[in-house]
């Protein structure tokens, strides 16, 4: 999961809506894990995103904001808002640190959403404004303002999950996001559409491995109900 990444963005939606009519949502446990784009970046460092697409890659302006009005597209064909024009980019590792805040919390999942809606659809941004707008983003999530601010304060806070997330990332191949690990099997790699998610998804709960129990005659066992006294 990758903050400035629109196709995260794109593809967090196409996953939920495939896993939404998986017959064992239930059964289905979804983890995020801190990915960053530019982890070298400076925090100060706040670009206008077509400024950073040309100088990142090499295009042209012309050919950055062609790429903008597609990702704006297909977001809308999700129904999802997306700003094609006059966003910046910046450094996320504070919006990753406190997403693991809010995952103590039990708000993780109403964070993630409304950090991605405020980056990519809000024309407030979420880089240039400081601390306060991420404090008042996490309350918005449902968590503690003050708690968040203290959080952000400190730059140390969270900081070893996030780098352990990114390190787990890069065991696992994920150079690339988005980046979907199912099952600790299988890797769907980019904003796929929802029928490969369902596929997916399919093919890793029927080869799930059940237990295999080692019989090695009667002994004796506590249950749900308690353990049985033995009777001489």
């Known amino acids: 999961m990758a903050l400035g990444c629109p196709w995260c963005y794109v593809g967090k939606a196409r996953f939920e809506k495939a896993l939404a009519a998986f017959p064992h ?19 100060g460092d ?26 704006a597209a297909q977001a809308a064909a999700e129904g999802l808002d997306y700003r094609a024009r006059g966003r910046d980019a910046g450094n996320t590792f504070d919006m990753h640190r406190l997403l693991h805040f809010a995952k103590e919390h039990g708000r993780q999942d109403e964070l993630i959403q409304i950090l991605y809606r405020a980056n990519f659809a809000e024309e407030r941004s979420v880089f240039s404004e400081g601390d306060e707008r991420l404090v008042r983003l996490a309350a918005e999530a449902g968590l503690d303002a003050d708690a968040a601010r203290t959080v952000l ?10 780098r352990a ?9 994920a150079n690339g996001v988005p980046f979907f690990v199912l099952d600790r099997k299988y890797g769907v790699s980019g ?4 029928e490969v998610f369902t596929q997916a998804l399919t093919q890793a709960w029927g080869e799930r491995s059940p237990l295999k129990l080692i019989d090695q005659g009667a002994a004796t066992a506590c249950g749900p109900d ?5 009777q001489n």
């Open 25 to 43: 949502r239930d059964g289905v446990e979804v983890v995020h894990r801190s990915f960053e784009l530019d982890p070298g970046r400076a925090k």
């Open 165 to 173: 997330d990114e390190r787990e990332a890069a065991q696992l191949g």
């Open 226 to 230: 308690g353990c049985a006294v033995p």
């Open 46 to 71: 706040i670009q206008p995103v077509l400024t950073m697409l040309t100088r990142k890659y090499g295009m042209s302006e012309a050919q950055a904001q062609a790429g903008e009005d597609n990702l």
């Open 153 to 162: 304060a400190d730059p140390d806070a969270y900081a070893d999950e996030v």
């Open 191 to 194: 904003a796929q559409p929802a």
